[in-house]
């Protein structure tokens, strides 16, 4: 009897323990997910700010204004972090100079177009058919995505066209997964400097187009099964960013739709790489083994 009590206490301990160990996942399954990176912004910069749109999806879902980017502070560093699920020590991309085919730092592990592989090639491998679009208004953050993996992706001139672009894309096609990236922000903080009148200018047009997505979204007839994730690569302060300081490392991290808790404020600490195994979740795929990111289960609701 005592045998059998130890067994089963033992088995009841490994089941726990096994229960506890698997993925969280959003109450609500959503079948579309758009990611809209702002280059450059700030958690004061939204702060200091008047962002209707920011403020309604942060009441209406869950966020943090304490999330971190990598070193360096630069973009592609940041931007190559926030969809490959690495940091700089993995993916080797380490400043703004970095090509394809010129770098100093290897990947740990080479995907199939050379470099490390991103959230936009590991769902395509789990779902070859779906819609995977990308719209992005600095030129350069294309080279970090993987060639023929993207059903459509654009490079767009200038905040405004890359949203409208974006717009009547998912509004024709509804993908799956649609990213944006919008540049704006970052060269008003480089030209006038972070927290500026122009800054706060450049954010609040980043909020208005903000509020036309999600407007077209809901025109779509989709809303209730969309997921946005907003957030940026990195801060600055005075002119610049790349260095280390706070400013420019504190990166705002908002998340809302179906299956995401309202009015949440995140605890845990949130790294840019993280997003790209949230992303995975949301759309039910697994991340590679040697990722480092986490998935940000603390906003999934019950």
């Known amino acids: 009897m005592f045998r059998t009590a130890v067994t089963l206490s033992i088995s009841l301990c490994l089941l726990v323990g096994h229960l506890a160990s698997q993925p969280a996942r959003p109450a609500v399954r959503a079948t579309h997910v758009i990611v809209i990176g702002f280059d450059g912004l700030s958690p004061r910069g939204i702060k200091d700010s008047k962002t209707p749109s920011f403020d309604h999806l ?21 931007w190559a972090s926030m969809i490959m699920g690495v940091g700089p020590e993995q993916h080797g991309i380490t400043s703004n100079d970095w090509q394809p085919d010129k770098y100093a730092i290897a990947p740990v ?54 949203m409208k672009r974006a717009i009547e894309y998912f509004q024709k096609q509804k993908p799956a997964l649609m990213f944006v990236h919008l540049d704006h922000i970052d060269h008003a903080g480089h030209k006038s400097g972070w927290n500026s009148p122009a800054y706060k200018q450049a954010v609040e047009l980043g909020d208005t187009l903000t509020g036309e997505l999600v407007k077209a979204v809901e025109d779509a007839g989709v809303f209730d099964r969309t997921v946005f994730l907003l957030t940026a690569d990195h801060g600055g302060v005075g002119t610049r960013h790349g260095g280390e300081t706070m400013e420019e490392l504190l990166i705002p991290w908002i998340i809302s739709g179906p299956g995401i808790r309202k009015g949440f404020h995140i605890l845990r600490p949130v790294n840019t790489y993280d997003t790209a195994c949230t992303v995975l979740s949301l759309l039910g ?9 986490r998935p940000v289960r603390e906003v999934f609701a019950d």
């Open 58 to 78: 942060i009441k209406n879902g869950a966020s943090t204004m304490s999330a971190r980017a990598v070193f360096p502070t630069s973009s592609s560093s940041n």
């Open 109 to 162: 592990v080479p995907g199939p177009a050379g470099f490390s592989e991103t959230l936009f090639s590991v769902y395509r491998r789990l779902r070859p058919e779906a819609n995977i679009a990308i719209f992005h208004d600095w030129k350069d953050f294309g080279r970090l995505v993987e060639p023929g993996v993207p059903t459509v992706i654009s490079n767009e001139k200038g905040p405004r066209a890359t």
């Open 285 to 293: 795929a697994g991340r590679p083994e040697y990722w480092i990111c």
